[in-house]
């Protein structure tokens, strides 16, 4: 027989480990050549993966939820003509243990053959790295609940309730898969409340705050209603199933807040940072924005502040060309770079990314609006790819979002400068010799002081400042 194995690819630059996220096939499935037969998550990115031949599924290597590096053997495919029975060949021999039904502790119900285990649960093998989900002596399960030493520490599952009828596996994106396994619940006793059985990110919190209630007072699942209506780090999503009594909660740094924080640390202690601040009226601004939004030739478009922003900071970096340059150590040389990536930062459920609208410099204003909103879009779903968050040259972040006036914001490593907009809020302001209530925000602008010294840095942000204050020079000066 011949028994073709399929081989977790580096989805990324330099990648060397990925996370199986969702599986799309079952052993017996037919699949073929382009297939998307799985989903993984990088440190940068939620990939779908094809399967490069056809054939007959013989076996799924690893669960989801499973980390594997990259080169290891995820899934074995039985080529056409080869006997349904015949052994697998050597090089599958781990299917045995990493089996997508292996058996389930006590406690919890049996699933069918073909359903891969749940999140969480089953044996680990040798080859792979797991989410701890019991803790040592002294320490808090991931949960919140205490783990006593040689004691298992059970996530907040409801084991009484069964799997779904048939065996089959819920229906949920992959973001609450995510959110769902690092609250320990398990999807199939979630009661889905979506268009077509899907679960939500409400369904898996109520099913949270009902794990824990006997354990806690019914105030406890109070935090969960405002989770579940803005996109946060899942780090702050699992805060909910804290236990009372717990004094400290562990939460595994992996994927994306891991390269996050990396290369945080990075940019830090490598480029020297400079912030300055200005505050301005932007009161001419928010009347353009209502203006544009009932512009019948912009109709459909999405125009909101933002947009405008961005489109400012194109405008600014027309005016002072040497601000968007990147630093060569390699070489010594500073790059001056003749085009525009302009990231965008995305508080995202996989946590904070950075993608960049491509050749943003020569976009129209429509154009602009239609990249952003499908940026924002594939953020949220879970979909952008390494290449939409590679080669950016500045970006913009966005606190005021969550009515922070302003912030001190780190570097993207590799870029220049960065722009932190803050709230826009209605503050009396002296306009035209009078006190009035005028819509104000402020701007921090950190960059790297090898590239840009305190007097281009002050140009370039109070150019930015001058086209919010006076729109109409997004006109005169572009």
């Given at each position: 027989m011949t028994?073709?194995?399929?081989?977790?690819?580096?989805v990324g630059e330099g990648l060397t480990e990925a996370e199986i996220l969702k599986w799309y096939v079952q052993p017996g499935d037919t699949v073929t050549d382009g297939q998307v037969v799985c989903e993984v998550e990088t440190a940068k990115a939620a990939v779908e993966l094809p399967i490069p031949f056809d054939g007959t599924v013989h076996a799924l290597l690893f669960e989801e939820g499973t980390t594997v590096d990259v080169g290891q053997v995820i899934i074995s495919v039985q080529t056409a003509g080869a006997a349904a029975d015949a052994p697998v060949q050597e090089a599958s021999a781990p299917v045995a243990e990493a089996a997508p039904a292996p058996a389930?502790?006590?406690?919890?119900?049996?699933?069918?053959?073909r359903q891969p285990v749940l999140v969480g649960y089953g044996v680990s093998t040798a080859s792979t790295k797991r989410r701890p989900r019991k803790a040592p002596a002294g320490t808090a399960a991931q949960d919140g609940t205490a783990a006593p030493a040689a004691a298992p520490a059970a996530a907040p599952v409801l084991p009484a309730v069964?799997?779904?009828?048939?065996?089959?596996?819920p229906l949920a994106k992959p973001p609450v898969r995510k959110l769902a396994k690092d609250l320990g619940i398990d999807l199939?006793?979630?009661?889905?409340?979506?268009d077509g059985g899907v679960v939500t990110r409400e369904d898996v919190h109520?099913?949270?705050?009902?794990?824990?209630?006997?354990?806690?007072?019914?105030?406890?699942?109070?935090?969960?209603?405002p989770q579940a209506q803005t996109p946060a780090p899942v780090a702050e999503a699992a805060a909910p199933a804290v236990e009372p009594s717990a004094r400290e909660t562990r939460i595994p740094v992996k994927g994306v807040r891991k390269v996050t924080a990396q290369a945080m640390v990075g940019s830090a202690f490598t480029a020297p940072h400079v912030t300055e601040f200005i505050t301005l009226d932007v009161t001419r601004t928010m009347k353009l924005v209502q203006e544009l939004k009932d512009d019948p030739d912009l109709a459909g478009l999405r125009i909101n502040p933002l947009l405008l922003i961005a489109k400012a900071v194109l405008v600014a970096i027309r005016r002072n060309p040497d601000v968007n340059a990147s630093w060569d150590e390699a070489a010594q040389e500073i790059v001056l770079k003749h085009y525009v990536n302009l990231g965008i930062a995305a508080a995202t459920p996989r946590g904070l990314i950075v993608p960049n609208i491509k050749d943003a410099h020569a976009k129209t204003l429509g154009e602009l609006s239609e990249s952003l909103s499908s940026l924002v879009a594939t953020a949220r779903d879970g979909k952008t790819s390494p290449a939409d968050m590679q080669n950016g040259t500045i970006t913009i972040t966005n606190v005021g979002v969550f009515g922070v006036d302003t912030g001190t914001p780190i570097l993207n490593p590799g870029e220049s400068a960065i722009l932190a907009v803050g709230a826009i809020k209605l503050q009396p302001w002296v306009h035209k010799g009078k006190?009035?209530?005028r819509q104000v925000t402020t701007l921090a602008?950190?960059?790297?002081?090898?590239?840009?010294d305190g007097e281009l840095g002050s140009k370039f942000l109070a150019d930015i400042a001058a086209v919010l204050e006076h729109p109409r020079r997004l006109i005169t000066w572009s």
């Open positions: 028994i073709r194995e399929f081989k977790m690819p580096d389930p502790a006590a406690e919890e119900p049996v699933a069918e053959a069964p799997a779904q009828p048939g065996g089959e596996r199939a006793s979630v009661v889905p409340t979506g109520a099913a949270a705050a009902a794990a824990i209630a006997p354990q806690a007072a019914p105030a406890a699942a109070a935090p969960v209603a006190v009035k209530p602008l950190s960059f790297d002081h090898r590239l840009i």
